[in-house]
């Protein structure tokens, strides 16, 4: 069996952030050396998600309102969370409804996906550096 | 290190629709050969989710109003994903909130499930063809 | 190849009730003796979650009030499911947004995490006996 595994950094401009990093992915898939296996991408810090879903600017803004809808950054004194003088409690929730990680199958090499899935970190508490880790394992 | 892979092919007659692959699943996992190891199953496109719960009409219908509620299909307008011509920027939203895909665990050449644990294919733009991934690897 | 596989069980006081279950899951990866691979945590009942955030009670009570208002135990009447008999359709929506089940990824024979990560059992239906399972795969 093989193991590989590899850390990509991130620092976003802004609190709420959408990254594609479908590349960086597909490099790790090849670096590897796995053909067949299974291929998990998560977020490694708890106000960030890991996910699957479509490369469209208009869908990120409808993901970005979706989520300010159900967990609003203000008031911040709205989450018992940020009484620990954070204010990020609202992150922590737009997380779990994002979720932490994906697994993606790898086949003959490659990400096994179909035809508009890509990849995306997604940052609820940005302007820090926080990272993502991809590991796989297979042969 | 044994490897298995299949794809699920659906077309609904419905909009939004769950369907139980269990079956389909069970079947996948006999046909790997694999005793001990790990089940993936996921979404191939991003607006229908791979998820696990109860098998019972009612809870379904619970699961439709509760999406259609946090993020309903009209008015179309609502959704910027939609001015790409789509009409479908609710289903990556309700999709995002159940879920890609699910990982189960393989003991003995079977699902390891508790007693109530069924696998469903969970539609949210359908009426066209679209795929489930089975990936099964271990030994 | 190597494998684990281990079930926790818990019966909370509460009907909601989140559990830090790290030190059980690092126990786990320590017996199954494996180094590079992949550890599946996930609740064996469907109204139940396992996931990964803050071990913060503050951040908790928010979880709580957060799932409350999107799926609201009573009236017990509003859900469908419980027409069965039942009074935990609310339980089963709340699963759905917290997730069944996380997988990490194990490195040099421990759990790689981020800096604040930790595994939760996530109750929504508790005072009964219900179940977590633990399969390591790896080598």
């Known amino acids: 069996m093989r193991s590989y595994r590899e850390e990509l950094w991130f620092q976003t401009a802004n609190r709420l952030e959408f990254i594609n990093i479908t590349p960086q992915v597909e490099s790790a898939v090849r670096k590897s050396g796995v053909r067949e296996g ?3 991408v998560n977020a490694m810090h708890i106000t960030a998600s890991v996910f699957i ?7 990120h803004r409808d993901f970005a309102r979706f989520l300010e809808g159900l967990a609003p950054h ?5 989450y018992e ?9 609202d992150a922590h929730l737009k997380r779990q409804v994002m979720g932490r990680e994906v697994v993606v199958a790898v086949t003959d090499g490659k990400l096994d996906f ?3 899935e890509q990849i995306f970190y997604g940052e609820f508490d940005g302007r820090r ?3 993502v880790l991809i590991k796989i394992i297979g042969e």
Do not use: F
């Open 114 to 116: 179909g035809p508009w």
């Open 129 to 131: 550096r926080k990272r």
């Open 81 to 89: 969370h940020n009484k620990t003088g954070e204010d990020n409690g």
């Open 74 to 78: 203000q008031p911040t004194s709205a």
């Open 53 to 59: 879903n479509d490369d469209e600017p208009g869908l």
């Open 38 to 40: 299974l291929c998990l």
